[in-house]
Structure formats: C-alpha cells, structure tokens
Nanobody
Framework: QVQLVESGGGLVQPGGSLRLSCAAS????????RAWYRQAPGKQRELVAAITSGGTTNYVDSVKGRFTISRDNANNTVYLQMNSLKAEDTAVYYC?????????WGQGTQVTVSS
C-alpha cells in the first residue's frame, strides 16, 4: 500500500501561485498514474490533472494553461504548480496514486484563493 502526504496549500490572493507536493512512501511499484483531484464545498470531487507512468499529462479544461503537474521519480513525489489562481480554484486538493494493485489517497490540503 502507498501512503501519501500532501503539502503546500494555503491562502493566496487571486492571480497568485502555489505549488502542491505529494510525497509517497510504502509499496511504490507498478505505478499507472498519479493525479490531483479537488473538492469544493457542496461539489463533487473532480480530477484536476494527471500524469501517467509514461509522462502523458491531462488537465481539466478550467485549469489548462495555468496548472502544471510534474513528478520526481527519484523522490517519489508529484507536484502541482498552480499559477494565475482564481477564487473558483478554492477547494481541498487531494493526491491520488494508482498502481496495478489499487488506488491510494492523501489526506488533502486546503487551497483558498481570496483577497
């Protein structure tokens, strides 16, 4: 099983930037994909960005051009660089790692975009 710990959330003004990190430990092998999801109050959890084991990335339309997902395989970490943040990006952000044996979630980190 993979254990995930997110960090990097916080309060930022509109137009600002944050970088989220997700560090993994445990049985890290046969990785299929790593992803970031978010859940705003009263809304369903949605996929924000994902990166496959081969390096292919995809993003929800609302963050394209503003967010970038990346990975550091040597340190078992995945990042989400978030630029030009908007109020509607406010949510709890969750890291997800999918392997051939199952899926693991982090505890979530709060991102609040407000002036």
């Amino acid at each position: 099983q993979v254990q995930l710990v997110e960090s990097g959330g916080g309060l930022v003004q509109p137009g600002g930037s944050l970088r989220l990190s997700c560090a993994a430990s445990g049985d890290i092998f046969a990785i299929v994909a790593r992803a970031w999801y978010r859940q705003a109050p009263g809304k369903q959890r949605e996929l924000v960005a994902a990166i496959t084991s081969g390096g292919t990335t995809n993003y929800v339309d609302s963050v394209k051009g503003r967010f970038t997902i990346s990975r550091d395989n040597a340190n078992n970490t995945v990042y989400l660089q978030m630029n030009s943040l908007k109020a509607e990006d406010t949510a709890v952000y969750y890291c997800n790692w999918m392997t051939a044996y199952g899926s693991s979630w982090g505890q979530g980190t709060q991102v609040t975009v407000s002036s």
